[in-house]
């Protein structure tokens, strides 16, 4: 497992990595077989009224993209909920993976290959990306990501883990992009084009 370690607006000590890589180490310990890659990112808000030390981690276990991120005023709380909240969102993958291959044992070995080949494909495609990467104008940040095609239910248990108000997908039935959003009273909203 590949740990990269970032920090905005402080200084990345040693007694602070360590702390950090124990952390996040001891929230995937479980899930070696499943995590690739995990990224995280450590700031400091610079206004001295907002006192936000924030950890943001991103995690890329087997195609999926789980992340997390949470704002204390304090560093080392942030990263210890941040990394509980990490641990029960890896269990909650984990165990829908588990649910879907012990419920359909004949699309078992076919769904599990498919999946490991289009998450190596996906990691050479990010290297690629990065390379030829140029820096965008000011204020704007962009992303680039692999769209394969996935179900409406797919996107809304993607949308659980990444923890964002909303996710942009390819709709397996149409192959259109729509947007999958959660709503302020509860339940979700699709955006999608006439």
């Known amino acids: 497992m590949k740990i990269l ?3 905005k607006n402080l200084e990345l000590t040693d007694p602070l990595k ?9 929230a995937t310990h479980h899930y070696k077989d499943i995590v690739k890659e995990v990224d995280i990112h450590l700031s400091v808000e610079k206004n001295p009224r907002i006192s936000f030390q924030t950890a943001e981690v991103t995690i890329f276990a ?4 789980i992340r997390a991120e949470e704002k204390t005023d304090n560093l080392y709380s942030s990263i210890d909920l941040v990394s509980n909240k990490l641990c029960r969102k890896l269990r909650k993958f984990k165990e829908r993976n588990n649910k879907t291959l012990h419920n359909n044992p004949k699309n078992n070995k076919k769904s599990y290959s498919d999946k490991a080949e289009n998450s190596s494909y996906i990691d050479q495609d990010i290297f690629e990306v990065s390379r030829k990467a140029i820096l965008p104008e000011p204020f704007i940040k962009n992303k680039y990501f692999e769209m394969n095609p996935i ?3 797919d996107a809304r248990k993607q949308l659980d883990l990444i923890d964002h108000d ?6 397996k039935k149409n192959n259109e992009l729509q947007v999958i959003y959660c709503r302020n009273h509860g339940g979700y909203g699709l955006i999608q084009s006439k």
Do not use: D, Q, V
Request: glycine fraction near 8%; aromatic fraction near 16%.
């Open 5 to 7: 370690i970032h920090g």
């Open 18 to 26: 360590k702390y950090t890589e124990a952390k996040i180490a001891k």
């Open 166 to 171: 909303f996710y942009l997908f390819r709709n």
């Open 151 to 153: 179900s409406l239910e």
């Open 62 to 65: 087997s195609g999926t993209i």
